[in-house]
């Protein structure tokens, strides 16, 4: 019934910024918790970073804290990912996912919904 779309991802050199969304077709998108999550060849999905519905805590790994911000516009159905002060490590293919619970959204068995994916690469 969710169908999620990523955009935004490309090339970028370090320490240059992207912002990437997710728009998602249903209406009932802003009871669901956000995540992102990035994945490379080799490597199992890793996440990245959450946002729950209605409490609105926020969760990122610790690799991105300080540079990534994700933020939800409920009445778009759209989830972003603020990346600054990129890093060649965070190259990946990024994807979002929707859940229907509050917690353990560090898990990527606790989503329903996911997105095909957007390349981000980040040059040295």
């Known amino acids: 019934q969710v169908q999620l779309v990523e955009s935004g991802g490309g090339l970028v050199q370090a320490g240059g910024s992207l912002r990437l969304s997710c728009a998602a077709s249903?209406?009932?998108?802003?009871?669901?918790?956000l995540g992102w999550f990035r994945q490379t060849p080799g490597k199992e999905r890793e996440f990245v970073a959450a946002?729950?519905?209605?409490?609105?805590?926020?969760y990122y790994t610790e690799s991105v804290k300080g540079r990534f911000t994700i933020s939800r516009d409920g009445a778009k159905n759209t989830v972003f990912l603020q990346m600054n002060s990129l890093k060649p490590e965070d190259t990946a293919v990024y994807l979002c996912?929707?859940?229907?619970?509050?917690?353990?959204?560090?898990?990527?068995?606790?989503?329903?919904?996911w997105g095909q994916g957007t390349q981000v690469t980040v040059s040295s």
């Open positions: 996912a929707a859940s229907t619970r509050r917690y353990e959204l560090l898990s990527e068995s606790s989503y329903n919904y």
């Open positions: 249903g209406r009932t998108f802003s009871s669901y918790s």
């Open positions: 946002i729950s519905w209605s409490l609105g805590s926020l």
